[in-house]
Each structure stands twice: as structure tokens, then as C-alpha cells.
């Protein structure tokens, strides 16, 4: 399997496709099996670069704390350990976070931006956020029971506390690279008007709106891959 070592950890990657590096982060308390329908697609187009954040799958999960910064760090050690050309990021709710301190942190890796699902201002969850967060973190944790490589809670609630914690709403202006932002009208665990405030503080970033919640992308699939195909063509 193929593993790297960057920023002080085991980080398990795959490799999928040819042509220009498509970056797939994932979100919280997820890994890449879980994209591996849109990653096919994907693929027929670009080379998608996917990979476990740390903490999740089979890159390393120290009980240590998290950051969203420090995570971007992993992936641009990663991206820069693979030789990979700047690339378009494609992240996923806390993939998104990180795309965007990526993009801040470490711009030389960066082509465009696609942010889905995710804003990047802390802001109190409410009780039905608390309750859909937490629900996310013991689903994986239940399902690795008996299996070999386990997900243990305490690595979840790492990047659940590295992911509340980050902000960088007042940084946005500083992002030049083409952005597009997709996001669901009726998201509760990332309300549309904080999309909205995102795709208004990065100038000259494209906002789809889906009719959904949190989980779009997945649940519009064809329509996402396509609008991502779009977008990304549009950067060559």
C-alpha cells in the first residue's frame, strides 16, 4: 500500500488517472473509500491525487492536537513529496478548511479551489449541529469494530476540535487562485449564508447552490462531478 512520510507521520495516499493533479481532501471522520465513486469519475480526466488526513483511515492518528493549519501542512508535504505540479484542491467540508489554508499557507501548490460543503468562520454549532457532528465521528468508529485497523474516537475528536477552532474569515482577500464554491441551501452542519459570506470575501469565486444539506455532493453526484469538470477545464 502506498504510504509517505511528511510533516512527522504516516500519511496512506492513492494515485488514480493521468493528465493535470487533482488534490481530494477529505472531511472529517472520513477517508478516501468513501469517495471512491467520485474518484473514478474524476479520474477519466485528471490525476487525482487522494489521501486519509491524519487521523482518519490508514495515515497515523496520534492523540496529539490537531489544527487545520497542521493539516494543510500534511497535505502540501505530501504534494511536495510526490513531485506533483501546482494542482486543483478539491475539499470536502473539513477538506475544505484545509484547501483553504493550503491555498493561504502554502499557495505554490495550488492551481484552483473547490469547496464544497465548508465555511471557514468559527461560529457556535447549535444543538442540531452538535448532535449531526457527533453522530459523524461514531459512525466510523463502529464500523472499524473487529477489523484490523481501528478508528479510534479520540483521533476523531481531534480533527473535530482542529476543525470548530479554525478561522480565516478576515484571510480570504488574499486567496487569488480561481475558486469555486458549491454548497446545499438547507446544510445545518454549514448554513448557506456562510457559504454565501465565503464566495463574497474571495474575489472573482464561482457559488453553485444545490437544493440539499450537507451531504450534496454525494447525493447530486453527476451534477457535482460535472460542475467540478466544468470548472476545472475552465483553469487549464
Given at each position: 500500500?502506498?504510504?509517505?512520510?511528511?510533516?512527522?507521520?504516516r500519511?496512506?495516499?492513492?494515485?488514480?488517472?493521468?493528465?493535470?493533479?487533482?488534490?481530494?481532501?477529505?472531511?472529517?471522520?472520513?477517508?478516501?473509500?468513501?469517495?471512491?465513486?467520485?474518484?473514478?469519475?474524476?479520474?477519466?480526466?485528471?490525476?487525482?491525487?487522494?489521501?486519509?488526513?491524519?487521523?482518519?483511515?490508514?495515515?497515523?492518528?496520534?492523540?496529539?492536537?490537531?489544527?487545520?493549519?497542521?493539516?494543510?501542512?500534511?497535505?502540501?508535504?505530501?504534494?511536495?513529496?510526490?513531485?506533483?505540479?501546482?494542482?486543483?484542491?478539491?475539499?470536502?467540508?473539513?477538506?475544505?478548511?484545509?484547501?483553504?489554508?493550503?491555498?493561504?499557507?502554502?499557495?505554490?501548490?495550488?492551481?484552483?479551489?473547490?469547496?464544497?460543503s465548508?465555511?471557514?468562520?468559527?461560529?457556535?454549532?447549535?444543538?442540531?449541529?452538535?448532535?449531526?457532528?457527533?453522530?459523524?465521528?461514531?459512525v466510523?468508529?463502529?464500523?472499524?469494530?473487529?477489523?484490523?485497523?481501528?478508528?479510534?474516537?479520540?483521533?476523531?475528536?481531534?480533527?473535530?476540535?482542529?476543525?470548530?477552532?479554525?478561522?480565516?474569515?478576515?484571510?480570504?482577500?488574499?486567496?487569488?487562485?480561481?475558486?469555486?464554491?458549491?454548497?446545499?441551501?438547507?446544510?445545518?452542519l454549514?448554513?448557506f449564508?456562510?457559504?454565501?459570506?465565503?464566495?463574497?470575501?474571495?474575489?472573482?469565486?464561482k457559488?453553485?447552490?444545490?437544493?440539499?444539506?450537507?451531504?450534496?455532493?454525494?447525493?447530486?453526484?453527476?451534477?457535482?462531478?460535472?460542475?467540478v469538470?466544468?470548472?476545472?477545464?475552465?483553469?487549464r
Open positions: 500500500m502506498p504510504f509517505i512520510s511528511a510533516n512527522g507521520i500519511i496512506y495516499y492513492e494515485i488514480h488517472g493521468e493528465g493535470e493533479p487533482l488534490v481530494l481532501i477529505p472531511g472529517l471522520a472520513s477517508d478516501i473509500t468513501e469517495y471512491a465513486a467520485m474518484i473514478r469519475e474524476f479520474a477519466q480526466s485528471y490525476q487525482v491525487i487522494a489521501f486519509d488526513n491524519r487521523g482518519a483511515g490508514r495515515t497515523d492518528k496520534p492523540d496529539v492536537p490537531y489544527s487545520i493549519d497542521l493539516m494543510a501542512a500534511d497535505t502540501a508535504c505530501l504534494i511536495k513529496a510526490l513531485g506533483i505540479k501546482p494542482a486543483h484542491v478539491l475539499g470536502i467540508s473539513m477538506g475544505g478548511r484545509i484547501a483553504v489554508a493550503l491555498a493561504l499557507g502554502h499557495p505554490e501548490h495550488v492551481k484552483s479551489l473547490i469547496l464544497v465548508t465555511f471557514v468562520k468559527r461560529v457556535p454549532l447549535g444543538w442540531l449541529g452538535h448532535l449531526l457532528m457527533t453522530s459523524m465521528l461514531w466510523p468508529v463502529l464500523q472499524s469494530l473487529g477489523k484490523q485497523q481501528r478508528q479510534p474516537f479520540s483521533a476523531l475528536a481531534r480533527q473535530r476540535d482542529a476543525s470548530r477552532n479554525y478561522d480565516a474569515a478576515d484571510r480570504l482577500g488574499e486567496i487569488a487562485v480561481p475558486t469555486l464554491i458549491i454548497h446545499g441551501t438547507t446544510d445545518h454549514a448554513p449564508p456562510l457559504a454565501e459570506e465565503m464566495h463574497a470575501g474571495i474575489k472573482g469565486s457559488l453553485i447552490a444545490y437544493k440539499g444539506g450537507h451531504l450534496v455532493a454525494f447525493l447530486n453526484q453527476k451534477q457535482f462531478v460535472s460542475d469538470l466544468s470548472f476545472v477545464d475552465s483553469c
